[in-house]
């Protein structure tokens, strides 16, 4: 298994700032993702963190939004840029470990974010 | 059509009682199919995964049924510790490493 942190744990931000999530994992992996999960909603991906190039963007989720960064196999920053209240959310890092009878992710403690 | 659906819920059902659950999903050339379990301000976690032959852990079981693109939970002699929401998770085949979210069920356990 991994083990993720992600820090901060929570912030409370001023609209038009911007915040930098860290994730860090206990061991190299195969892929990393980030996900929002807004309060009584499931898991929304953002994107795919990839190692040494650009993220790959799910529909609805732009680079200039949510610059995502990963220099390694084992951390990976999010930003969330310009911020809005409709940004606050939770923002969960997840990774990926292939394993006998498919893929298991895990995930981060997760970072709480509310936007004033 | 969402491409994985479940019953939002809530189940609210005794401590001792069976319940089950499905999820729905619409890609029928999905490969892998979970459940994870996530408690109230926690992230998700695996529960367990689904296999064709269906399988078995303790007092959970969960089945795959692919001609009706559907999974399935059970569990049985429910525990207050049960209580959380539950999320089935669908591997697409066109992407083995990307996982699509159901929208998750809860379940409480009342005493």
């Known amino acids: 298994s991994a083990v993720i942190s992600q820090k901060p744990s929570r912030d409370i931000c001023q609209r038009g700032t911007s915040l930098t999530i860290q994730c860090q994992v206990d061991?190299?992996?195969?892929?990393m993702f980030w996900y929002r999960q807004q309060p009584g909603q499931s898991l929304t991906l953002i994107a795919t963190a990839n190692q040494g190039s650009e993220a790959t963007y799910e529909s609805g989720f732009v680079i200039d939004k949510f610059p995502i960064s990963r220099p390694n196999l084992t951390f990976s920053t999010l930003t969330v840029s310009n911020m809005s209240p409709e940004d606050s959310s939770i923002y969960l890092c997840?990774?990926?470990?292939?394993?006998?009878?498919?893929?298991?992710?895990?995930f981060g403690p997760g970072t709480r974010l509310t936007v004033l | 059509r969402k491409e994985v659906e479940q019953d939002p819920g809530p189940f609210n059902v005794p401590e001792g009682a069976t319940v089950a659950f499905n999820c729905t999903y619409s890609?029928?050339?999905?490969?892998?199919f979970f459940w994870y379990r996530q408690d109230c301000r926690k992230e998700p976690k695996l529960l367990m995964s689904v296999y064709s032959s269906g399988n078995e852990d303790g007092r959970f079981t969960a089945q795959l049924n692919r001609a009706s693109q559907y999974i399935s939970l059970l569990i049985r002699d429910s525990k207050l510790s049960d209580s959380a929401t539950y999320l089935c998770?669908?591997?697409?085949?066109?992407?083995?490493?990307?996982?699509?979210f159901g929208s998750g069920t809860r379940l409480s356990i009342r005493p």
């Open positions: 890609n029928s050339a999905s490969q892998s």
């Open positions: 998770v669908v591997t697409p085949s066109s992407s083995a490493s990307k996982i699509i």
């Open positions: 997840s990774a990926y470990t292939p394993r006998t009878g498919g893929p298991e992710q895990f």
């Open positions: 061991s190299q992996v195969t892929m």
